[in-house]
């Protein structure tokens, strides 16, 4: 059994900064994407940012410069760091991974999500 445990969302002013966090744990024996996306009330999931196991980047146009996404593989944990939010980025964030774990396969898990609400 895996699991992804977010952390860290919650209400910011504009400007504000916001650190997310997410764990996998359970019978894991390799990670390669870890991931964020996130959903907006009434629009699709999107892509905010990947990081591959050997640190590559990459990021949605709208958060490029503002966030940062950096992942720690001896604990499983990826993080996404936000800065300069703007109320657009008010959403639901979820964490994504493809893992190889002791069902013999590789697999995407999604954590539960984390609110994150940018408003004066």
């Known amino acids: 059994q895996v699991q992804l445990v977010e952390s860290g969302g919650g209400l910011v002013q504009p400007g504000g900064s916001l650190r997310l966090s997410c764990a996998a744990s359970?019978?894991?024996?390799?990670?390669?994407?870890m991931a964020w996306y996130r959903q907006a009330a009434g629009k699709e999931r999107e892509l905010v940012a990947i990081?591959?196991?050997?640190?590559?980047?990459n990021y949605g146009d709208s958060v490029k410069g503002r966030f940062t996404i950096s992942r720690d593989n001896a604990k499983n944990t990826v993080y996404l760091q936000m800065t300069s939010l703007k109320p657009a980025d008010t959403a639901v964030y979820y964490c994504?991974?493809?893992?190889?774990?002791?069902?013999?396969?590789?697999?995407?898990?999604w954590g539960q999500g984390t609110q994150v609400t940018v408003s004066s």
């Open positions: 994504n991974a493809h893992i190889y774990s002791a069902a013999y396969a590789w697999s995407d898990y």
């Open positions: 359970g019978s894991i024996f390799s990670i390669t994407t």
């Open positions: 990081i591959a196991s050997g640190g590559s980047t």
